[in-house]
């Protein structure tokens, strides 16, 4: 079992990055809609079950929001509320309770009570392992982790930060706006020297959106354990800067990338159109209206120097929003997350791949059904290159995954359904040779075989480039066999490319 340290990490105050409201009027062309094509490159190498809803999982809880994350040694899953650890091989290390693991069980209780959507990264240039998870039992917390060395089933130095809090001066105590503040979906990134978090930020007594919240962290500091040799300013702080938590600068999910090339400069991204359906806004003020775009956030300097994020808006297809996607008997039942939340997001060599959500008609216009949208941007021209949408007739797609390995070939994992066909896994992919707007013949990872009557899913499923294996990746999702409440199951493959 991993044996844990900990420390905290105190947010200072960055500019208000307010942007201007721009209402969403009109429609542009809708984005391309792509199916996978016949060639065929994808090779499932492994394929086995992941760490499940039921025993040994204690969290009598669904979706599962799992992060996965592989070295050149190990294989990383972490859902609610449990982790398991296999070497590379597919032979199982161990499996242990996330409230173990986050040294919670005397204030979360064996259960994890206040934890949720948990992450897992690997560095390959660090090598080392990072993780997060919300803990709002101990108020306003995101904990984040990060191994001693390149083994997960060692020590991992254990950290914190608390959303919705800004102190007056560096390293002071600080009292949150609201003590019932939910830092939802900690997504975490990183580049050579910086660590990132970002999170909406809800009150729980009303239920309202309070704003998005993201921590620049120092990335040195946070490996060392900040203890020898060279301790933390502070302590046992990390230099780190917030930004203003305000719901008028009208971001909403912004996701820091994973940085699978070196690079100081790091990125983060969301999606232009954000919150629900009912309350359309656009949040990239230089799109014209009509237009869809993703605010691409580039950040450079680190703390305790100057750090700056400048927000540049690259113009894509409009996007519209997702529904819910059948099941077999159960039309519109499974939760897609209809809020054009960015789901998967990675950087390499001055390119940015993001995977979210969106509403498109591969049957007709009068037949809507949720797609993958996938965009390709450089972040040197900041320039969309591909833009377009994973899509079936009759069917829906949900949860992409991607990732890209160093020839910058792109993998994705997703979910599909119908009303003839139990939510199945498959991968897909792009070759860096491949045409734009096109993907390869896909393959199948494991088949549902039940329905899920909780109306959630995913929240996100994850991909993951395997470090030392060229034409390489792994991939985690869910699936059912049975539709009890917690009885979810997950599976993990290892996908090798065979370029022909």
Known sequence: MPTPTEGTVTPLSLPDLSLSTQQQVGTDPPAPIVTPGSQSFIHIAKNFAGTPGTNP??????????????????????????????????VRVTTFSLSDFWFLPVRGGPLGIGMSDPQVLYDAAADRFYA????TFDVNRVNFAVTATNDPTGTWFIYRVIANCNPVTPYS??????ANTLPDQPYIGYSSNKFLIAV???????????????????KAEMLSG???????PGGRNIDAVTNVVTPGNNHWAIRPAQHLSTTSTA?????????TSAVLTNTCPTAPAGSGGINVFTITGTPPGPT???PTTVPVASMSFPGRADQPGNAASLGTNDALRMLS????????????????TPDSPSTPRTCARLDQISTASYVASQDFDLGFAGQYVFYPALSTDSSNNLVLLYGRSSLSLFPTLEVTGQLATMPALTLGASALLIAGTAADYTGRWGDYFWAATDPATPNTFWVSGEYRTVSLFQGWSTQVGEISFNPT
């Open 345 to 360: 997001i990675v950087w390499r060599n001055d390119v940015l791949w993001t995977a979210s959500h969106e509403g498109c």
């Open 132 to 135: 997060s998870i919300i803990d």
């Open 267 to 275: 990125y983060m991204a969301e999606n232009c159109l954000t919150v």
């Open 200 to 218: 909406n930020d809800f009150d729980t007594t009303s239920g309202f959106f309070i704003g998005v919240q993201y921590w620049i962290l120092n």
């Open 173 to 178: 105590n600080c009292s949150p706006a609201s």
């Open 57 to 90: 999982n204690p969290c009598r809880c669904t979706p599962p929001d799992m992060g996965l994350a592989a070295s050149s040694k190990f294989v990383v899953q972490m859902v609610n509320l449990a982790g398991t650890i296999w070497k590379n091989n597919g």
């Open 226 to 232: 900040c203890t020898v040799p060279t301790p933390c």
């Open 308 to 310: 700056t994020v400048i």
